[in-house]
């Protein structure tokens, strides 16, 4: 009997680890591959964005999973429950499924409950990215606050972002002086991860365009009734609420062995070399719910590596061939402030003694300009179509 | 606020608005794919397919060496935000001493590896009564000058 390899997650980190892995073994080692995700679709969350400033039809940011069937994976439409390595076994609202492997990259989940943000606009989901895109449209004017209340969430950048481009959308719209905008974040200065350059251009990027700034914010809540966002030094009123909710371990690692509570929170524990599992060999875990135990942003490009490195360590202990984990010495981010846009990339050093990848602070601009824009729609526009 | 009412289309009518749209544009159909067959013919379509099916690879291989971003930074941005900051005539004055230097420096690229160490105060004075190396050491006072302007001013 073939050894079963099972994935699981739809998203970035499971799509490529399944045509990695089958590039790799097909032909060459009896092995099946099954990938299960609760959509029948990939949709790259960069481009939710675009679909939410109206820029992009939403047919455009996805592609049928059916597409890796040519490549020999079998894909199930399931919702995961629960992953249990001790016996090897993962159950779903499909019924259970067995294997020799695993990879699994599900994501975040998205707290909408704490802060009372589920009152709040927010594109992290196709159907939130929809009804954000509607509230635009018919915006006419007023306070539009976009509230970040804690620092882990999907893509670091995008907060900083969404409020760039606001100011260039209600400028075209011809609206822009009846609208105040405020992004209210965590950390002391914008994007400050990423490095002094990185700080300085926005900054600059938000005195020119008239974006207000409350940093270092201790958020207590959304007050709905008043149209207020509550934080300990101030309340801010609000006419649309643009919320950023914070990432989660999803819940099928809850209660596992996969899973300690870490000083940022709790997150599955990983080989920053490889994504496998720290207790489990023959668990690898490549999602953005591994990330903050790394050191790594929960974001697209980490995953997408990490996810490159697990299928790899995989593909080469079946084939009795080196591991070449590809994991990745360099991180590039692409942004659009809506006037501009910026390449960033930022150098990581991988610190296998702490199981770590150290990148913060260590970012620099590539490109800033407004070629850099065309550069962020080339860049998503490829990652997604080449994926499968 | 109006509200849009979808209607499914069923598969016989989207199969008549394909054909419709077919007939009414069967000659660019039929330009486009005399271009296709030619790039095919030509291996152009084949060498884009090779880009396209390792794009992935090709950013694998630029996120595990970050010399590339690197050199695009200094290179690309830097120079992008120096530029920035030049007029009209800056702009012209510098490609000309581009021009103008780098040539000269091409063509004469052969001398520098012909070059001898300089032994000693008599040897600097006898090398001093060069007139190209008094030129060059005008130039490169000006230059120390100008480095010294710019360094004070940031």
């Known amino acids: 009997m073939g050894k079963r390899i099972l994935v699981l997650g739809g998203g970035v980190g499971g799509v490529v680890a399944a045509k990695r892995l089958a590039e790799r073994l097909r032909g060459r080692v009896d092995a099946e591959i099954t990938l299960i995700s609760d959509t029948d679709y990939y949709l790259l969350p960069p481009l939710l964005v675009n ?3 109206g820029d992009l039809d939403p047919a455009r940011a996805q592609l049928p999973l059916s597409m890796l069937s040519k490549r020999g994976v079998k894909v199930v439409k399931a919702s995961v429950t629960k992953v249990d390595p001790d016996n090897r076994v993962v159950e779903t609202n499909q019924g259970k499924f067995n ?9 975040t989940e998205f707290d909408f409950k704490s802060y009372n943000l589920g009152v709040g606009y927010h594109n992290y989901t196709l159907d ?4 954000l895109r509607e509230a635009l449209r018919n915006f006419k004017g007023g306070s539009v606050v976009v509230f970040t209340p804690e620092p882990i969430y999907r893509c670091g950048v995008y907060p900083f972002e969404i409020i ?3 100011d260039t959308i209600f400028r075209k719209r011809g609206i822009r002086d009846k609208v105040e905008l405020t992004l209210i974040h965590p950390f002391e200065r914008p994007i400050q991860p990423l490095g002094p350059e990185a700080v300085k251009i926005t900054e600059e990027t938000f005195a020119r365009k008239g974006i207000r700034y409350i940093g270092n914010a201790r958020p207590l809540e959304v007050d709905d009734k008043n149209k207020v966002v509550v ?6 009123k609000y006419d649309l609420l643009i919320v950023v909710p914070p990432a989660r371990l999803p819940k099928p690692f809850d209660g596992t062995p996969l899973a300690a509570d870490l000083p940022n929170g709790r997150w599955t524990v990983v080989d920053v070399y490889t994504g496998r599992s720290i207790k489990y060999d023959d668990v690898y875990l490549p999602g953005e719910h591994s990330m903050p135990s790394i050191g790594l942003p929960t974001a697209g490009v980490p995953v997408h590596f990490t996810a490159l490195a697990s299928a790899g360590a995989v593909a080469g202990e079946l084939l009795g061939e080196p591991i070449d984990p590809a994991q990745i010495n360099a991180m590039a981010c692409a942004m659009d402030y809506g006037d501009f846009g910026l390449m960033f990339n930022c150098d990581i050093k991988l610190n296998l003694k702490d199981n770590k990848a150290l990148w913060m602070g260590n ?7 407004p070629l850099g824009k065309l550069i962020k729609d080339l860049f998503y526009k490829t990652w997604l179509q080449t994926t499968m | 606020m109006a509200v849009q009412q979808q209607v499914e289309k069923s598969p016989d009518e989207k199969l008549a608005e394909t054909l419709n749209m077919l007939t009414q544009n069967i000659d660019e159909i039929r330009g486009l794919l005399d271009q ?4 095919k013919r030509s291996g152009v379509l084949d060498s884009l397919m090779i880009i396209v099916n390792r794009f992935d690879e090709l950013i694998q291989y630029l996120f595990q060496d970050p010399a590339v971003f690197r050199l695009l930074s200094i290179l690309v941005d830097g120079s992008l935000q120096a530029m920035n900051k030049l007029d009209t005539q800056d702009v012209l004055k510098l490609k000309g001493m581009v021009q103008d230097l780098g040539g000269c420096v091409g063509k004469n690229a052969g001398l520098i590896s012909e070059a001898k160490p300089v032994k000693g105060l008599l040897g600097l004075l006898r090398a001093l009564g060069d007139d190209d190396v008094q030129r060059g050491l005008g130039v490169a006072i000006q230059l120390l000058k100008v480095l010294g302007k710019c360094t004070q001013s940031k």
Do not use: F, H, W
């Not at chain 1, 939130?128 to 009804?131: E, I, Q, S, V």
């Not at chain 1, 970012?363 to 300009?369: A, N, P, R």
């Open chain 1, 128 to 131: 939130g990215a929809l009804k």
């Open chain 2, 36 to 39: 296709l067959i030619e790039l």
């Open chain 1, 164 to 166: 760039s481009q606001l």
């Open chain 1, 231 to 236: 934080i300990t030094a101030d309340k801010v």
């Open chain 1, 363 to 369: 970012c620099y601009s590539i490109l800033t300009s």
């Open chain 1, 51 to 53: 679909i939410a400033l």
């Open chain 1, 99 to 107: 294997y020799d492997y695993l990879i699994a990259s599900l994501g």
